[in-house]
T-cell receptor, first 118, second 114 residues
Framework: DAGVIQSPRHEVTEMGQEVTLRCKPISGHDYLFWYRQTMMRGLELLIYFNNNVPIDDSGMPEDRFSAKMPNASFSTLKIQPSEPRDSAVYFC????????????????FGAGSRLTVL | AQSVTQLGSHVSVSEGALVLLRCNYSSSVPPYLFWYVQYPNQGLQLLLKYTTGATLVKGINGFEAEFKKSETSFHLTKPSAHMSDAAEYFCAVSSLFGNEKLTFGTGTRLTIIP
């Protein structure tokens, strides 16, 4: 398997523009997570899905952020309008319910999308 | 609520010396504990995990960690540091209850001195 695939790897945009980040999870994984990493706040869980259904979006900063998972192999995180404080690395991670054999959820991360908002 | 505290945002050790990265957790239920490593410009990779059973767990690249319930700790160690160990290390906690979510620590950047 190619692992979790994220695109774009780097995005530079201007304040006010719409940004869409994409993620392809590992085939067969039924959980998908979006994290944001900044120097100031570390790794923050934004939202996660189970079987394409959003389970917990309490980490989404505000209404400018939205995430969708239209099918098991694709998810998007959208920021509209973007602001400079949204600059961060956004990670997607996926996991499989099979990992629950030990009761633990082992996440596989993508390489991340580095967003810079000017 | 669960939380993780990593003591020391930066740790430097000489090549060949012992690596010790500290992690303390807070959890009202039996925890599941993880260490992840992040190399520059890459995503996080699982080093090792503790769920149940043996409290000393071994991971990849010669790392190991010991779960100590009495100390609420899960420190990461490696007997002899290698230059390739330079990276950022994250401790994380989840649990059997609500265990889909991992709560991460703030990370420790490990520098290896030649």
């Amino acid at each position: 398997d190619a692992g979790v695939i994220q695109s774009p790897r780097h995005e530079v945009t201007e304040m006010g523009q719409e940004v869409t980040l994409r993620c392809k999870p590992i085939s067969g994984h039924d959980y998908l997570f979006w994290y944001r990493q900044t120097m100031m706040r570390g790794l923050e869980l934004l939202i996660y899905f189970n079987n394409n259904v959003p389970i917990d979006d309490s980490g989404m900063p505000e209404d400018r952020f939205s995430a969708k998972m239209p099918n098991a192999s694709f998810s998007t995180l959208k920021i509209q309008p973007s602001e400079p404080r949204d600059s961060a690395v956004y990670f997607c991670a996926s996991s499989s319910r099979d990992g629950y054999s030990s009761g633990a959820n082992v996440l596989t991360f993508g390489a991340g999308s580095r967003l810079t908002v000017l | 609520a669960q939380s993780v505290t990593q003591l020391g945002s930066h740790v430097s050790v000489s090549e060949g010396a012992l690596v010790l990265l500290r992690c303390n957790y807070s959890s009202s239920v039996p925890p599941y504990l993880f260490w992840y490593v992040q190399y520059p410009n890459q995503g996080l990779q699982l080093l090792l995990k503790y769920t149940t059973g043996a409290t000393l767990v071994k991971g990849i690249n010669g790392f190991e960690a010991e779960f100590k319930k009495s100390e609420t700790s899960f420190h990461l160690t490696k007997p002899s540091a290698h230059m390739s160990d330079a990276a950022e290390y994250f401790c994380a906690v989840s649990s059997l209850f609500g265990n889909e979510k991992l709560t991460f620590g703030t990370g420790t950047r490990l520098t290896i001195i030649p």
